[in-house]
């Protein structure tokens, strides 16, 4: 299975910016659905973005729609989230996750989770 190790996780004020990285290892990383979930503290773990294996579908909670956005290189194996306009409430820990199909994804059927990057949004 594809190992994930998420980067670029910090600090940001509120209204700012921050571009999360997504690292994949292993073989045909091309063939998986990709995607991001987050976990506040004291909540449970929500899906964020989602996107198919040749990046030609994309799927957002509704909270973040106009503002983040996801993409994908499958040259570089890797999975990006450009979060804009970020809000104190969306500090939480956010997780990559690869799956067979968005819709699999969406139903909690991950292949592999990456450990974790921190956001923290200050206001």
């Known amino acids: 299975q594809v190992q994930l190790v998420e980067s670029g996780g910090g600090l940001v004020q509120a209204g700012g910016s921050l571009r999360l990285s997504c690292a994949a290892s292993g073989r045909t990383f091309s063939s998986y659905a990709m995607g991001w979930f987050r976990q506040a503290p004291g909540k449970e773990r929500e899906f964020v973005a989602a996107?198919?294996?040749?990046?030609?579908?994309?799927y957002y909670a509704d909270s973040v729609k106009g503002r983040f956005t996801i993409s994908r290189d499958n040259a570089k194996n890797t999975v990006f989230l450009q979060m804009n306009s970020l809000k104190p409430e969306e500090t939480a820990v956010y997780y990559c996750a690869a799956g067979l199909l968005t819709t699999q994804l969406r139903a909690g059927q991950i292949r592999s989770w990456g450990q974790g990057t921190q956001v923290t949004v200050s206001s």
């Open positions: 996107i198919n294996w040749s990046g030609g579908s994309t």
